[in-house]
Every structure is written in C-alpha cells, then in structure tokens.
C-alpha cells in the first residue's frame, strides 16, 4: 500500500526542509519559523467561551450545522462577499478547508478522464485532490480562460493567493465566471484570505459584480483559520450554488463528516464579531511592515503580495539558496518550489509568528 500511495502522490514538500529547520535552530537565539502559516495569537476570549458553554454535547451533531450556525454563516456571507439570494442551503461547514480541497475532486465524482484545473505558483494540496482522485491535474499560468476546457470539470481559483498574495480583480473574475458558465466548468474559489488584504481589496466570486444574480456553477471557500486564530479547531465552510452544495451534503452524511458541535457554537461567536478581526489584522499589518522592509533592505525583491499572510520574495536565485543562507541566520522561510516550478526563484515568508520572533528576524536579516 504505501508504494501504491507514493505513485500516486508527490513528496510531502515540508519533509524536505527538516535539514534547514535544525540548522536554524541552532541560531543562539533559537529558530524564527516563518516557513508555514499557522496563528500564534490567542483565540479570541468571546470564541473560547462559545466552546466552553457548548462543551455538554453528548450527541452526535448534524453535518449541515445548526440553524445558529447557518444563520451566522449567510448573514457572514452577506456582509462580507455581498451575496445575495443566499440561503441555508446555499452554506454548507466543513472540517477545515484543506480536507475539503483534498477530497472535493472525489466528492464530485471525479476520476480518470476528467481534469481539474488549479493556479501555478499554488497551495499544493489542489493537485493532490485530484490525484487523489484518479483525475488529471492542469496547472495553469495567466488566465484559466486560456486553458482547452475538453474533459475540464473542476476549475480552482485562489485570490488572494497562497503564496503569492495575489488579488484577482472584479474584471478578471467575472470574465473567468463566464467563460466557465459557457463551458459547463464548476469554478470553485478558495477565499481563505478574503478579510487580510492589505494593498488591493478582495473579491468574492459571490459578489454581484463578479456573477451577477445567480451563484450557479460557484462555490467559495471560506476559512476561520486565518481571521479568527481557529486553525486548531478547523472550522471552515462553503457557499454558493446549492445544487452542488447539496450534492456534497449527500455524500458527507454518509461518509459521517460532522463538524463538532461545539466548534460550530464557536464559529457562530466568530462570525459575530468584527472587532477581534480587526485587532488581529492590525497585529499581522504591523508584522507585515517590519517584514517588507528587512527583505528589502537586504536586496529582495517582494511581488504581488498585496494579500494574504505572505510576502513573495526573490533575489533573483534558486529558492533552496536562499533557504539554505536564512537558515544560517536561524530565519526558516518555505522554498517556493514547494508550490510548483513557477516558484522555483521564489521563498515564501510567514508574517504569523508573534511580534518578539518578527523583531528577532528583523534584527537578523539586517
């Protein structure tokens, strides 16, 4: 079995920087790991206590969510993508996004013959899925509408980016909504990183001004991880057409996938509240700024990044030069390979450690 998953799958890309991570922790004052995206702040105290008040939960939850929850996630939803027409049928929570992007392609019905479509430079868990699968996986450059739709079933976009920050604009994502609404291609959107733009204002594929009226062949995904601190309780969710939405119901009852009822009380208390949003935001802002301006001062060059919580720099080099002179430093960076050839000159930088290990590295890189 497990040379039958090797053929199956590419390396797990992290296994790949354990020598560089020891090398940087033998910096005499210990490791900066800005090499992956998880939150170090605390979760935010009116979340905690959702969790704690519903922690007497002794029967099994249902895998569409409470009332409570749904309410949350369409009025959330509303406020923040400007979807209309959304209803409870329309959201659907799922355990974590990056399980949901692993196994939609198989959730789908998807397999040999058919090809899923996903961003390069890209999060590389949108190959896996279809590999997963049995589909074919398309990596593609520019603009999807480029792409020979023949046997295309599943279109990803991601903006903002991961790991380059990107942002697509209105224009782009309307012409790429109709171009696959022409083709018959379901375009899903990961949109973890909608609420962290910093130069350029996020877009959902549900906005109006992106797909008009209907949500039909779309669907968004949507994360806590990132805006509430929630990545240890992997709450996230979908939205859009709930024709699709409903086909993944189906399958996702029988195959038992309930979130928690407790992290779904959680989530109506996060989704209410604006305010610890804000706050964090103005944490990662300022960790972003000292960032930026290190990198730069010592002759890199950051692109795009005008999003998410990366900064995308190059000097110009192969990625693993660059990983390997950081880590000397005690500063762990993810090679941009990690995310496919296009990112081979790249490193991707997590501004997520807390504001003592970002002065440390500032101080290091200059």
């Given at each position: 079995?497990?040379?039958?998953?090797?053929?199956?799958?590419?390396?797990?890309?992290?296994?790949?920087?354990?020598?560089y991570?020891?090398?940087?922790?033998?910096?005499p004052?210990?490791?900066?790991?800005?090499?992956?995206?998880?939150?170090?702040?605390?979760?935010p105290?009116?979340?905690?206590r959702?969790?704690?008040?519903?922690?007497?939960?002794?029967?099994?939850?249902?895998?569409?969510?409470?009332?409570?929850?749904?309410?949350a996630?369409?009025?959330?939803?509303?406020?923040?993508?400007?979807?209309?027409?959304?209803?409870?049928?329309?959201?659907?929570?799922?355990?974590g996004?990056?399980?949901l992007?692993?196994?939609?392609?198989?959730?789908?019905?998807?397999?040999p013959?058919?090809?899923v479509?996903?961003?390069?430079?890209?999060?590389?868990?949108?190959?896996?899925?279809a590999?997963?699968?049995?589909a074919?996986p398309?990596?593609y450059?520019g603009?999807?509408?480029?792409l020979?739709?023949?046997?295309?079933r599943?279109?990803w976009?991601?903006?903002?980016a991961?790991?380059?920050?990107?942002?697509?604009?209105?224009?782009?994502?309307?012409?790429?909504?109709?171009?696959?609404?022409?083709?018959?291609?379901?375009?899903?959107?990961?949109?973890?990183?909608?609420?962290?733009?910093?130069?350029?204002?996020?877009?959902s594929?549900?906005d109006?001004?992106?797909?008009?009226?209907?949500?039909?062949?779309?669907?968004?995904?949507?994360?806590?991880?990132?805006?509430?601190?929630?990545?240890?309780?992997?709450?996230?969710?979908?939205?859009?057409?709930?024709?699709?939405?409903?086909e993944?119901?189906?399958?996702?009852?029988?195959a038992?996938?309930?979130?928690?009822?407790?992290?779904?009380?959680?989530?109506?208390?996060a989704?209410?509240?604006?305010?610890?949003?804000?706050?964090?935001?103005?944490?990662?802002?300022?960790?972003?700024?000292?960032?930026?301006?290190?990198?730069?001062?010592?002759?890199?060059?950051?692109?795009?990044?005008?999003?998410s919580?990366?900064?995308?720099?190059?000097r110009?080099?192969?990625?693993?030069?660059?990983?390997?002179?950081?880590?000397?430093?005690?500063?762990l960076?993810?090679?941009?390979?990690?995310?496919?050839?296009?990112?081979?000159?790249f490193?991707?930088?997590?501004?997520?450690?807390?504001?003592?290990?970002?002065?440390?590295?500032?101080?290091?890189l200059?």
């Amino acid at each position: 079995m497990p040379s039958a998953v090797s053929a199956r799958l590419p390396v797990f890309p992290w296994d790949r920087l354990a020598p560089y991570k020891a090398t940087a922790a033998e910096h005499p004052d210990g490791i900066v790991d800005l090499s992956v995206g998880t939150p170090v702040d605390p979760v935010p105290e009116l979340v905690q206590r959702a969790l704690r008040e519903a922690a007497d939960s002794p029967g099994y939850p249902t895998v569409w969510g409470t009332a409570a929850l749904r309410d949350a996630l369409v009025g959330w939803c509303a406020r923040r993508t400007g979807a209309v027409g959304l209803d409870h049928p329309g959201v659907l929570p799922v355990i974590g996004s990056k399980e949901l992007v692993a196994s939609l392609p198989a959730q789908l019905g998807l397999g040999p013959g058919d090809r899923v479509a996903y961003p390069e430079p890209a999060y590389p868990t949108y190959e896996v899925g279809a590999r997963l699968a049995g589909a074919q996986p398309v990596p593609y450059r520019g603009s999807p509408t480029d792409l020979d739709p023949s046997g295309l079933r599943l279109l990803w976009l991601n903006s903002p980016a991961n790991p380059t920050g990107r942002v697509l604009e209105a224009a782009e994502l309307r012409a790429i909504v109709a171009w696959a609404r022409t083709h018959g291609v379901l375009v899903v959107s990961d949109e973890c990183y909608l609420e962290l733009g910093w130069e350029a204002e996020p877009v959902s594929v549900l906005d109006p001004a992106v797909c008009g009226d209907s949500h039909h062949g779309l669907v968004a995904v949507h994360s806590l991880s990132k805006r509430s601190n929630l990545a240890g309780y992997r709450a996230a969710f979908l939205a859009g057409d709930q024709r699709v939405l409903g086909e993944l119901l189906a399958v996702r009852k029988h195959a038992g996938m309930m979130l928690p009822a407790p992290v779904q009380a959680a989530m109506v208390a996060a989704l209410g509240d604006q305010e610890h949003v804000t706050e964090q935001r103005a944490r990662y802002a300022a960790r972003r700024a000292l960032l930026r301006d290190a990198l730069v001062a010592r002759g890199f060059t950051i692109e795009h990044s005008e999003a998410s919580l990366y900064l995308w720099a190059t000097r110009r080099e192969p990625c693993w030069e660059t990983v390997a002179e950081l880590s000397k430093l005690g500063v762990l960076v993810a090679p941009g390979d990690f995310y496919g050839a296009a990112g081979e000159r790249f490193v991707r930088v997590a501004f997520t450690a807390t504001d003592e290990r970002v002065a440390s590295a500032v101080a290091r890189l200059g």
